[in-house]
């Protein structure tokens, strides 16, 4: 048995958006998949201890922003990393709320769904939602961030609420300079890349970063970095 | 709202083999995703006219084969738009009976699963089934087949069945020569392009096609096509 076959299942990069007395959060999901033509329905898998959780749980409905390839890992570290709960999400984001409610992301995304939930099913530390599509729409062109590209391209990792989350991830061989990892998000600080997103140039070691530098994911200041 | 917001979701393609009594079939897939991590569960939307929709029901299992990009189109058209009820989708291409018994393709495929259905959920035309990790590898390298693949540089079509059917697919321009829609599976002969997997070369007009011709998605005789 080699779990990593698991991972030859292919996925889009999504944030899943919600609401509940008012208030908004959102997370990033990978596993959106349609269900029915007739009527049009969708479904998530949501992690139970997820903020998102609740508010789809209380409010019925939840909204798809299907990501841009373009998607900057800032933004996916804001929406998958960090909970709700201690941070606002949708601050210095562009979003607006939908017909239900429901908060829908407008930045780096290529389309929208909005949908009313009509059956959940409880599986385990997940609860698959379905919800019928109240209304969806292509907000801009370009290509769609897979979530392979996430993984392959932008070196992204799963969190451990992510239904994809593996314990045992391989480490990459050890180069010459350090790398470090980021000890909130896995995110590796290779020297020989530097952060291109974040105005580091390759070469540039872990030491040497300004104090004002954070994880380009989960947006952690430098000292919860760990050697590898 | 413009339902073609809901293809902008990202699926692969998978070929999906139950087993009862003995018998075996296998149907194309694209909605298979990982719901749970520990245990590891997985999930498939399965249309209830399908009969490996009572396979699934009754022998309470499944496995998924993880399709290869260069899977040919006859391999789609077998598993993708026929019944097996008709036929025998497993004749003719290599598989192998799992611990479990249910067959898995080895033709054409990177990664097999091997579940076994722990919940359903009844969402009206389809059924989710949610099975836990039996089994799983890696049989192949190379890069997986994607849907967006399967639709843009395959030309595929996704069958009446399928939770991503729509009946309003847009009609793709005239062009001088004469194209023929397949009234199996609604796959387009377009002689600008011919039929590379069938050694048609491009310019070749549908009327000029050898007799022993068939569709490369379903493998319907060219008397079926009609004018687009």
Redesign the interface.
């Known amino acids: 048995?080699?779990?990593?076959?698991?991972h030859?299942?292919?996925?889009?990069m999504y944030v899943i958006g919600a609401t509940r007395e008012g208030e908004i959060n959102g997370q990033i999901a990978?596993?959106?998949?349609?269900?029915?033509?007739?009527?049009?329905?969708?479904?998530v898998?949501i992690n139970k201890d997820n903020l998102t959780h609740a508010f789809i749980s209380d409010g019925g409905k939840f909204s798809?922003s299907?990501l841009a390839q373009s998607a900057p890992m800032e933004l996916i570290g804001r929406f998958g990393f960090k909970s709700g709960r201690e941070t606002k999400k949708f601050a210095d984001v562009s979003y607006r709320r939908a017909a239900t409610g429901v908060p829908i992301l407008l930045d780096y995304t290529?389309?929208?769904?909005e949908a009313a939930v009509k059956?959940q099913?409880?599986?385990?530390?997940?609860t698959?939602f379905?919800g019928e599509?109240v209304?969806?729409?292509?907000i801009a062109d370009g290509p769609?961030m897979?979530?392979e590209y996430y993984h392959s391209v932008k070196g992204g990792k799963s969190p451990k609420a992510?239904?994809?989350?593996?314990q045992d991830q391989p480490k990459e061989p050890a180069t010459a300079k350090k790398r470090y990892v980021c000890s909130v998000c896995g995110y590796v600080y290779d020297p020989e890349k530097g952060d291109a997103e974040g105005g580091v140039a390759a070469g540039v070691p872990l030491e040497e970063l300004p104090d004002g530098w954070v994880c380009p994911v989960c947006g952690s200041e430098k000292s919860v970095f760990t050697p590898e």
């Open positions: 048995m080699d779990r990593s076959a698991l030859k299942i292919s996925y889009g990978n596993t959106v998949f349609q269900v029915t033509s007739e009527p049009a329905t969708i479904a898998s798809v299907v290529i389309a929208v769904i059956k099913l409880d599986c385990g530390t997940h698959i379905v599509v209304d969806c729409d292509i769609c897979t979530y992510a239904p994809t989350h593996q």
